[in-house]
């Protein structure tokens, strides 16, 4: 197990290079000229341009800035925004709140998703099951920002319970309804995943050997159906780890947070290199350790499953 | 169980013994959008403490429902519509859910067909034993574990105090369907049901198995249900019999009448077809001192009479061999934990001939290595060492067209109906698909080559739109012998071909490919688990354990003078072969 997990970390290192090496170079191939369009329409004097540029590095070969970037990240110097704020600093603000966004999220869309699931697959076909079905596919396939503005006007404005807005600090409080809005989509989607899992183990021949026991149908339940059904229910949410830190810029735009949706959609647009690399390197890496764990979470679940090489 | 003759068998004469398990008139059906569809119909059924009691029919014949209404484990759809289910005194169909968790464990065991699917992957076996002891309040705490470890030695595991933490998947089949039974038993019920809890067994396995079962349930005085489709198996295990057919009783009392005088035309049509029973028949066809008796058991049926006659006097021919295979050896590496390698053994040096319009069978237990020389004859797997020959020509290194031409004369039929058709295919286009394959033929000529092969299957031509999911088990392997037979190949390998199939679609199916062989000039590779087939088909027998092959012989000489040990093992094994007759 732990050959393992130490070969998944080392699977990590060509990822990580992968991955910042691919952004680097599309954030490259965008077409125009980033310092020119800082200056917009009143074009500075002569010389200043080629000045931020030799700063940026921007006037050197693709290969050499990208080699520069990385030769920084080992000193610990991720470089700068063109505002001159240093990017490790905006990460250190942007991450932690989204961060908490997606933790509460994942929390709010695994404990009430497994539940509803659970319950819809005990009873399949009835009303119970059927109303679930029904909800979890409006919340599939009515857009992230239509649920958050009827959640943001039903409960930040006409009930007063949360603020529409959240201030710059974020406290936990203040991102529960966000969170909401967030793992609706989730939350649909394990629900059916938990639905159609539990209602496959209740037909498996371990159950009805269960039964037979003599056990109650609760422990039945509890611990024949449930521990199985949740193999596809952890890997759902091990994956959904990264959408929901990626998939915030809406939910995280609707509610005016300063997380990192906001600030990488603003880096892209000003061409900002080393700032969209560093986020992004940063989510690739939140991604593959999510995937460790889910594979490590498997292993507890599922006895068949070992890593043995 | 007991020997008949000490045990009163009629349940008229044991009229003062209130029975343990009265079923009358019982009636399940399961609910489909088309309404009701009935599985039993008015089942009659009497068991007496300490007997036991057979229901045999094939799948689909209500058999393992009616098993299942009496523990009230109908699965989703299924209810029971009418009738009672007497279970000492008390009518079972009118309990709750709650009642019947109090019911089930304590007073009826249940021991499933399945050792592979009816264990919790995910739990240790020991906490799968000790749940079941702590729910119906045997033992608690430490003496539950106790009593656990108890259990599992009891029903044939000696080592189970160290094997308690292991989990399903690290057990044989053998060994979980004895974790199984420790569980059905583990509470001292009065009745165990036990729905084809060998069926999915080796044979000296489902025998050690029954034997061990047998003993158990007569030392506890439990009474036994016991649900198979082997009638052989069913009269050697049981007292009486119930025979069932769509959902009816079509015939029901002790086992011998039954066996030796069958009323209806289905059990007769069984006891006719049963192979175990079949291989005795040829025995008493062959040997000059058959008795009455065994004449007017084994006289009549629904095995082709050509096919037992061809049985009874074949003799080998002195052809050069088709497939000569010489010396050859399979070594398979298995990764261990780190970087260790393990070297499996799948087949020891062995060497054998098939001559050509004869079958040849390869018989031995899982893991035998017989379906791996299968695979490395027809060019599937690779050799380790040693060589194949066929038609007088090495195959070692054969590519190309001369591998295509190979396996255009040589043709697989793989065991299981199911998976081997491809779902999304209509029979018409898998048959086809060889000679699209191999690139023979027009459009018209392909259709017309279809149709031909429909007719030698005994297919109707209505069959070419169908889909597999729209088939019998039988119907489907029909299927797939017709697929085989596209290419007008010189030799089949069939794989276990009929071993998945109900009793009488596998006599059809023996009795087709008997026809086939006479009528093409077939050469059958031959392999299975199933001796009592091996006896009605094949010119020469090859017993493989462990990857050799321990002997080889003509299939006369195996049945009736075999010295080798592990083959006497494997035909004492063979269910009815202790049946004695003529009593």
């Known amino acids: 197990m732990l050959w393992y997990a130490g070969k998944r970390f080392l699977q990590m290192i060509p990822v990580f290079f992968g991955a910042t090496f691919l952004i680097y170079f599309m954030v490259f191939a965008v077409p125009g000229d980033p310092i020119a369009a800082l200056y917009g329409d009143h074009p500075p004097a002569p010389g200043v341009i080629e000045a931020v540029r030799a700063e940026y590095n921007l006037d050197k070969p693709f290969i050499v800035q990208y080699l520069l970037y990385i030769g920084g990240l080992f000193q610990g110097d991720l470089g700068t925004t063109f505002s001159g704020r240093p990017v490790i600093d905006v990460m250190a603000q942007a991450f932690p709140i989204t961060a908490r966004l997606a933790l509460l999220a994942l929390a709010i869309e695994a404990f009430f998703g497994i539940i509803v699931g659970l319950v819809a697959g005990l009873r399949k076909g009835k009303l119970f099951d059927a109303s679930a079905l029904v909800i979890s596919l409006l919340l599939i396939s009515v857009p992230t920002f239509v649920v958050g503005f009827v959640l943001q006007y039903v409960f930040g404005i006409q009930l007063g319970w949360a603020r529409t807005t959240v201030s710059g600090a974020a406290p936990w409080g203040e991102l529960i309804l966000p969170a909401i809005v967030l793992a609706s989509v989730s939350f649909a989607y394990i629900v059916r995943l938990t639905r159609a899992s539990v209602a496959d183990n209740l037909g498996a021949d371990f159950v009805r050997t269960a039964t037979a026991k003599g056990l109650s149908r609760r422990r039945v339940v509890t611990v024949h159906v449930l521990r199985n059904s949740l193999v596809p229910v952890v890997t759902y949410l091990g994956v959904d780890i990264g959408s929901l830190m990626v998939g915030a810029i809406v939910t995280e735009g609707i509610f005016n947070i300063n997380g990192v949706g906001g600030t990488v959609y603003r880096a892209i647009r000003l061409g900002e290199g080393p700032t969209v690399v560093s986020f992004v390197a940063v989510m690739v890496i939140i991604f593959v350790l999510a995937n460790l764990l889910v594979d490590l979470l498997y292993a507890a679940l599922d006895p068949r499953i070992r890593y043995a090489k | ?583």
């Open chain 2, 1 to 583: 169980m007991t020997n008949p003759e000490t045990v009163s068998v009629s349940s008229d004469s044991s009229n003062d013994e209130t029975p343990l398990l009265k079923i009358r008139n019982l009636e399940v059906g399961f609910e489909t959008q088309r309404g009701l569809v009935p599985a039993v119909r008015g089942v009659d059924l009497t068991l007496y403490q300490g007997q036991t009691l057979a229901i045999v029919g094939e799948s689909g014949s209500g058999k393992s429902t009616t098993a299942q209404a009496v523990i009230g484990l109908l699965p989703g759809a299924g209810k029971v519509s009418g009738g009672s289910i007497e279970f000492e005194g008390h009518d079972l169909t009118q309990f709750s859910d709650a009642q019947f968790a109090e019911v089930r464990g304590s007073q009826i065991g249940y021991v499933p067909q399945d050792p592979m699917s009816n264990l919790n992957p995910v739990w240790s076996i020991g906490f799968q034993v000790e749940e079941a002891i702590k729910a119906n309040g045997i033992a608690q705490g430490k003496e539950a574990r106790q009593r656990t470890i108890e259990v599992l030695q009891e029903a044939g595991l000696s080592d189970a105090s160290e094997r308690l933490k292991q989990f399903p998947h690290q057990f044989s089949g053998g060994m979980r369907q004895r974790v199984l039974i420790g569980i059905g038993l583990s509470a001292r019920p009065k009745l165990l049901i036990a729905d084809e809890p060998t069926s999915a067994l080796d044979v000296t396995v489902q025998r050690q198995i029954l034997d061990h079962l047998q003993t158990l349930t007569r030392d506890y005085g439990t009474s036994v249900l016991f649900i198979t489709h082997d009638l052989g198996l069913a009269a050697e295990r049981a007292e009486q019999l119930v025979v069932m057919y769509k959902g009816k009783v079509v015939e029901s009392g002790p086992s011998r009448a039954i066996l030796e005088n069958p009323q209806h035309p289905y059990t007769q049509r069984l006891v006719a077809a049963a192979p175990s029973l079949a291989s005795r028949r040829i025995q008493s066809i062959k040997s000059a001192k058959s008795t009455d008796d065994s004449v007017r058991i084994f006289g009549e049926g629904s095995l082709d009479e050509a096919l037992i006659a061809r049985a009874a006097t074949r003799e080998a021919s002195a052809d050069e061999d088709l497939i000569k295979v010489s010396n050859i050896t399979k070594v398979y590496e298995i990764r261990k934990q780190g970087f260790r390698k393990d070297k499996l053994l799948a087949v020891n040096d062995i060497s054998f001939g098939v001559k050509k319009g004869t079958t040849t069978a390869l018989v031995g237990e899982s893991g035998s290595g017989k379906s791996t020389v299968a695979k490395l004859i027809l060019q599937l797997e690779s050799l380790t060492s040693g060589n194949i020959e066929f038609d007088g020509k090495n195959l070692a290194g054969i590519k190309g067209q001369e591998l295509l031409e190979f396996r255009r004369r040589v043709q697989p039929v793989f065991q299981d109906p199911y998976g081997s058709l491809d779902p999304q295919y209509s029979v018409g286009n898998t048959i086809a698909e060889p000679l699209l394959a191999h690139k023979l033929g027009t459009a018209k000529e392909r259709y017309n080559r279809v149709s031909e092969l429909l007719d030698q299957v005994s297919l109707p031509q209505a069959a070419r739109h169908r889909y597999p999911g729209e088939l019998s088990g039988g119907q489907r392997q029909r299927v797939a012998i017709a697929r085989a037979l596209a290419l007008k190949p010189e030799v089949l390998v069939l794989d276990e071909a009929v071993s998945a199939l109900d009793v009488l679609v596998q006599g059809q199916v023996l009795n087709l490919l008997t026809e086939l062989q006479t009528e093409l000039e077939l050469t059958y590779l031959f392999i299975t688990h199933d001796l009592a087939v091996v006896r009605l088909v094949a010119d020469n027998v090859c017993v493989m354990q462990g990857g050799r092959i321990v002997e080889a012989a003509s299939t006369d000489e195996v049945f009736e003078n075999s010295s080798n040990p592990y083959t006497q093992e494997l035909l004492e094994a063979i269910p009815g072969a202790n049946i004695t007759l003529g009593a």
